[in-house]
């Protein structure tokens, strides 16, 4: 009897304590829940306010690795300017405080990316660690395909050794310099196709790298669709400003190429920031995460290419389809130029940190970053009256040199003459985008760029807001000084690609002048 009353008790008992953890269980999983949706809804920067209703860009990371930087004396600095010709690629970083030369490579890396390198599984075939990120590409890009190569224009070189043949022509919203060099290598010739608000300095166009639709109808029809390998589309133009292009113009862009049987190729380099512009500013997208955006845009595109030091925050790129055929038509120049198919000229560790960076690209605490720091920069510059790209487009801030430089012609380099000045009064490295940027024409002459911009990268997750403050006020001196700027002019000039290798020099000795000025203004300060 004293057994079966037992028996029930312990039946009772455990039954109760069965029920009391269940119903705790769910519990948690409920407020996990609740959690859940509070982190899914801060998706980036911008969705924070602030009680005092500034716009400020709050960070959402937090700084666990550092490097020290060196802020050096200005009479150092223009020691270093003539040291390295006058051109901001010639300086070394011990001279340079702010590195807003690029974004590219020069990202910060995350804590999962930096644990994944240490995973590398070393092989010259077969890698597992090409195996992820095959199916990171898939993943991310929606892409069956992929061929690595060591960086973006190593893709673009085996997409021209592959298409580009003499009298070939290809239409682009806008070029990039490496893209434009590996086209005209092989006898083809680019056409730029944006419409007239895209060359405006001040706009609040929110898609000034859409390609123009009417020119790019017209131009195939004038010149037949026989000459033109492929349509190129880039995201985020980046030397007209960072710009994007909205998703309804690339689709009307895919529809163009599907009547004439065309092909697209996506430069996709900056495609996670086109996508969270495309979030921020097209009404048929402010829904939609990031991830279905970016697989969105790689959907209308046959070829897709990038370089992974700007797209995942590491080094290398390659090139994604999902046609079978064009993988085989590419396959065989990447061992020929690039190394075997699983590295291409990658090292393995950075082909972890791709697969992780890939990952990344589809989170909007991590993409937004850049874009909200590089608003507050152009909004604070141009409140301050200095000449700036709008809107705020991605990668950098855009200075524009015609307007702070107006007193000097083009044949003096308004932009290079702007990025050397700045350089010496701030310590910031930014880079000339303009005509020196521009290659000559077939017969020698200059091609002066539509633009003279002076760019100050912001890679992702790099600086702090008192650096950018810093370069808001020197920009705002050197505005207030803008007529001691003087030219450029070539001493070494390298027959390709100019802009990297090329040597210059002051016209007269306005940079001595100018850096009297600023110890006059600011002291003994840095
Ligand atoms: C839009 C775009 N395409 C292509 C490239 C070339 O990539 P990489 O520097 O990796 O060769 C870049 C580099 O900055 C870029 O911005």
């Not at 395909?145 to 050794?161: D, V």
């Amino acid at each position: 009897m004293f057994t079966k009353v037992k028996q029930i008790f312990n039946f009772h008992y455990y039954s109760c304590i069965f029920f009391i953890k269940l119903i705790h269980a769910l519990e948690i999983s409920l407020s996990l829940h609740h959690f859940n949706y509070k982190i899914h809804k801060i998706m980036s920067n911008s969705q924070v306010k602030f009680y005092s209703g500034e716009n400020i860009p709050l960070e959402l990371h937090k700084t666990r690795i550092v490097q020290k930087l060196n802020l050096v004396p200005i009479e150092r600095r223009l020691e270093a300017l003539y040291e390295g010709g006058y051109n901001t690629f010639g300086l070394k970083t011990t001279d340079i405080y702010l590195d807003m030369l690029t974004d590219s490579g020069t990202n910060a890396m995350s804590d999962e990316q930096l644990a994944a390198m240490m995973r590398a599984d070393d092989a010259y075939a077969g890698s597992q660690s090409f195996i992820r990120l095959q199916k990171a590409v898939k993943d991310v890009l929606n892409a069956e395909y992929f061929l690595p190569a060591h960086q973006g224009r190593a893709a673009e070189n085996i997409l021209a050794c592959a298409y580009v043949r003499k009298g070939n022509l290809i239409p682009m919203n806008y070029h990039f310099t490496t893209a434009l060099a590996h086209i005209t290598e092989k006898g083809g010739q680019i056409v730029e196709l944006l419409y007239p608000e895209a060359y405006k300095i001040k706009s609040s166009h929110p898609f000034k790298g859409n390609m123009n639709l009417e020119a790019l109808e017209a131009y195939i029809q004038k010149h037949g669709k026989e000459r033109i390998p492929y349509i190129r589309m880039e995201a985020s133009t980046n030397l007209i400003g960072g710009q994007p292009f909205s998703i309804e113009n690339f689709r009307a862009v895919r529809a163009i190429a599907n009547n004439y049987g065309l092909r697209i190729v996506l430069d996709a380099s900056l495609l996670g920031e086109n996508a969270y512009l495309v979030q921020q500013r097209e009404e048929e997208f402010k829904n939609t995460p990031l991830a279905d955006i970016i697989k969105i845009m790689t959907g209308l595109a046959d070829i897709i290419y990038f370089s992974a030091r700007k797209l995942s925050s590491s080094r290398g790129g390659g090139i994604c389809t999902n046609n079978e055929s064009i993988y085989k038509e590419l396959e065989a120049l990447v061992p020929l130029y690039e190394g075997f198919l699983t590295y291409g000229g990658i090292s393995i560790r950075e082909i972890e940190a791709m697969t992780v960076g890939l990952y990344e690209t589809q989170d909007e605490t991590v993409i937004s970053q850049s874009p909200a720091f590089i608003s507050y920069l152009v909004n604070e510059a141009d409140k301050r009256g200095i000449s700036m790209v709008t809107p705020a487009g991605v990668l950098g801030a855009h200075v524009n040199a015609l307007d702070m430089c107006s007193h000097l012609p083009q044949t003096q380099y308004p932009a290079g003459a702007l990025a050397a000045a700045f350089f010496l009064i701030s310590g910031v490295r930014g880079m000339e985008r303009g005509s020196i940027s521009n290659q000559r024409d077939e017969y020698g002459n200059e091609t002066f760029a539509d633009m003279e911009l002076l760019r100050l990268a912001v890679p992702r997750r790099v600086f702090t807001l008192s650096q950018i403050m810093y370069v808001i006020d020197r920009l705002t001196w050197l505005k207030d000084n803008r007529e001691m700027i003087g030219g450029l002019k070539f001493v070494y000039e390298p027959p390709v690609l100019r802009f990297f290798m090329g040597r210059l020099m002051p016209v007269t000795d306005w940079p001595e002048k100018l850096m009297a000025k600023f110890r006059k203004d600011f002291g003994d300060s840095l």
